[in-house]
């Protein structure tokens, strides 16, 4: 895995996580594990850290002609790939479902957390108003 930039004329662009995702039978999060794994060349760009604020986001770019060789290795079986990481398993789909539904639900409490915050806060201001 290497950062260093290519030379700045190359012939293809290199592919961002989406692309690949679409080619590797891996979910996306893993992405930077396997093509690391199947010595894919990876820019990373961002993910400084902001101190006690986390950090910003980090976005990865991989070299097309990698990414093809590595391809044609992940279907044959040659690259080991924990099957928690693939989308063609059946302990990757259990992953993906669950972490969909804990984020589906997670979101859930939360906007309804917010609504009854606002709800007391102008019932509250309500109340006040009111009383004499």
């Not at 989406?18 to 080619?23: D, R």
């Not at 993910?47 to 391809?71: K, L």
């Not at 984020?103 to 009854?116: E, N, P």
């Amino acid at each position: 895995m290497s950062n260093a930039p290519e030379s700045g004329h190359e012939e293809e662009e290199w592919l961002n996580s989406s692309e690949v995702a679409k080619l590797w039978p891996v979910r996306e999060l893993w992405l930077s594990g396997v093509a690391h794994r199947a010595d894919v060349r990876v820019r990373r760009i961002g993910g400084a850290s902001r101190g006690t604020w986390g950090a910003e986001p980090t976005f990865y770019y991989f070299h097309p002609g990698d990414v093809r060789r590595a391809a044609a290795a992940i279907a044959e079986g040659h690259v080991d790939i924990p099957s928690r990481w693939r989308t063609d398993t059946p302990d990757g789909r259990r992953e993906e479902f669950w972490g969909t539904l804990t984020a589906r639900v997670a979101g859930t409490l939360m906007l309804a957390v917010l609504v009854v915050g606002i709800l007391l806060i102008l019932g509250t201001g309500i109340f006040l108003l009111t009383v004499e």
